[in-house]
Nanobody, 125 residues
Framework: QVRLVESGGGSVESGGSLRLSCKAY????????MGWFRQTPGKEREWVAD???????RHEDSVTGRFTISRDNAKNTLSLQMSSLRPDDAAIYYC???????????????????WGQGVQVTVSS
């Protein structure tokens, strides 16, 4: 029943901007912690950012000041605004959701039970 559908991936030059969106279906995203992860070949899925039901957000150190996670509860949508993109930001980005209002301290992928299909972000140098 629950589906998370990402959009907004693409290719940009270094220093460019991109906005990712995640639309939730059959799921009231306003009630739960949601987040963004990314993954490159040969590496584990990496936590990027999350936001809880009280709108408290956190960002991975390397993206702080460049990426902003947000939610639009009226549209049941999660977003990731990415600016000043660098080649090492290139990855497949995944939207994810928990079944609890709060985000866990350790930021583990296994704590997220719903996942989108992933969108490719490519950053050229």
């Amino acid at each position: 029943q629950v589906r998370l559908v990402e959009s907004g991936g693409g290719s940009v030059e270094s220093g460019g901007s991109l906005r990712l969106s995640c639309k939730a279906y059959e799921y009231d995203s306003s009630r739960y912690c949601m987040g963004w992860f990314r993954q490159t070949p040969g590496k584990e899925r990496e936590w990027v950012a999350d936001i809880d039901a009280s709108n408290k957000s956190r960002h991975e150190d390397s993206v702080t000041g460049r990426f902003t996670i947000s939610r639009d509860n009226a549209k049941n949508t999660l977003s990731l605004q990415m600016s000043s993109l660098r080649p090492d930001d290139a990855a497949i980005y995944y939207c994810a959701a928990r079944d609890s209002w709060g985000c866990r301290e350790l930021r583990l992928a296994r704590d997220f039970i719903y996942w989108g299909q992933g969108v490719q972000v490519t950053v050229s140098s």
